[in-house]
């Protein structure tokens, strides 16, 4: 290898860039667009910066302030609300319980008819592909203010919304995994005579199971959390407690709140790891024993 190395001298080095020169360097198009965007890239940076006066000198003028609340945070205190304080955790986690498990089962008719390779009618899969985007583009808080206004304040309008927004989100990443299966146990299905339903059930869904589930988990995650602003714009659980205790100056007490909810996330976000790791592992056995 090195002996071959060193027969390359410099005219020979000139001789293969003469003949291949797209292999040393880019075409002068390819450069000046890259160019281009890394202009554009630094242009918008430095005018996002200029426009939310994101200076450091304003930041130091809040670091005190910041520095002032964050004093008055320690020691948390529970004072005496903490059942209405557990209570209320119990609320929360159990919205985004209900929401993502209505949300799961409903996207997965929804997933299917924007995947492509269960639904080739490209303008019957436009409309479900935009039907999808649609749901998910609106944030979980617009759907929660609408609903609260619909069906008045408390936890049902926050399950409302976190089933309408993660019903967009599921199926688009329902329909990812579907596009990604193997199309020989779908072709399996279909030369034995399986109908369209019967492809579906033993073709793609066994092997897009364990990733739809795996997705749901972490949605499940995430929305354990985002209720918790669910119920400060008034859609019920620990989140209304800790938008009062931010209201009021009640510092520690919102200390001890944001604790709480740490915690429960932190033992959320354990459970579905341990969960996640298991259905991976399975599906990735499978896998290989299929092999």
Known sequence: MRENIANFDAASIAAIRARHPLAFQAPLSVRLRNQAAWFAFFVLTAYCFWTFDLSPARLWAGSGTLLDVASRMFPPTVGDAFNDYLWALFQTIAMAFLGTVIAAVLAVPLGLLCARNVLPVRIAQFFFRRTSDTLRGIDQVIWALIFVRAVGLGPLAGILAIIISDTGTLAKLYSEAIENAEKKQVDGIRGCGGNPLQTIRFGIIPQVLPVM???????????????????IVGAGGIGFYLADRIRTMLWEEASFIMIMILIAVYVIDWISKLIRRRLIGGAAETSGGLH
Do not use: H, K, M
């Not at 589930?213 to 119920?231: D, Q």
């Open 213 to 231: 589930l795996s997705n749901v988990l972490y949605i499940f995650e995430s929305n354990t959390r985002s209720a918790t602003i669910l119920g």
